[in-house]
């Protein structure tokens, strides 16, 4: 298996500008989740999903975050406008129900917002 | 309650040497406690694992320890090699329905082993 998948690697906006980041889960996998990373905030839940339907959008920081999981192998993670303070690492996740602490991460999403 | 929190933040040690990362939580429902080795420029990935019913786990030469009554668990790296300088993440979850599998991470240990 191709492990999870995110793309861009590296994304570099003006501020005020949209930014999608998108993630294909590991097949088979019914829970993903969407992280971010930065170094005075560690790691940081943004969203879950189960079965492509959104369960805990409670770390989403502001309504300028919006994450989509339209079928089973893709998930975007939209932010509309940007702000510098949304630079950070953006990982993608995704396991199995039942395996609780084994969450395969993507190899995530730098983003840069000038 | 849901918040584990992680010592030191950083951490130096000899090649050789064994380093000790702690974490500590508050909520009684968490069942699972897995560790977390994050390379630079990677994702976190699972490293080991372990459940309250037993106060240690070993794998090679990482150890968990686990103090149930204390609330705290611990990660040791014996013989610590230049190859296991890494970010370090302790988490928790619970067999709960409403926890959804989710991980409740604590704040990273950057870990360097000097040769």
């Known amino acids: 298996d191709a492990g999870v998948i995110q793309s861009p690697r590296h994304e570099v906006t003006e501020m005020g500008q949209e930014v999608t980041l998108r993630c294909k889960p590991i097949?088979?996998?019914?829970?993903l989740f969407w992280y971010r990373q930065t170094m005075m905030r560690g790691l940081e839940l943004l969203i879950y999903f189960n079965n492509n339907v959104p369960i805990d959008d409670s770390g989403m920081p502001e309504d300028r975050f919006s994450a989509k999981m339209p079928n089973a192998s893709f998930s975007t993670l939209k932010i509309q406008p940007s702000e510098p303070r949304d630079s950070a690492v953006y990982f993608c996740?995704?396991?199995?129900?039942?395996?609780?602490?084994?969450?395969?991460f993507g190899p995530g999403t730098r983003l840069t917002v000038t | 309650q849901q918040q584990v929190k992680q010592s030191p933040q950083s951490l130096i040690v000899q090649k050789g040497g064994i380093s000790i990362i702690n974490c500590a939580y508050e909520?009684?429902?968490?069942?699972?406690f897995p560790w977390y080795q994050q390379f630079p420029g990677k994702g976190p990935a699972l490293l080991i694992a372990?459940?309250?019913?037993?106060s240690e786990k070993k794998e090679g030469r990482f150890t968990i320890s686990f103090n149930k009554s204390a609330k705290q668990f611990s990660l040791h790296i014996m013989d610590s090699q230049p190859g296991d300088s890494a970010t370090y993440f302790c988490?928790?979850?619970?067999?709960?329905?409403?926890?959804?599998?989710?991980?409740?991470f604590g704040g990273g240990t950057r870990v360097l082993v000097k040769p």
């Open positions: 996740a995704s396991t199995l129900a039942g395996g609780l602490y084994e969450q395969y």
């Open positions: 097949s088979g996998h019914d829970y």
């Open positions: 372990i459940r309250p019913d037993v």
């Open positions: 988490a928790a979850t619970s067999k709960l329905a409403a926890a959804g599998n989710k991980l409740t």
């Open positions: 909520n009684t429902a968490f069942d699972y």
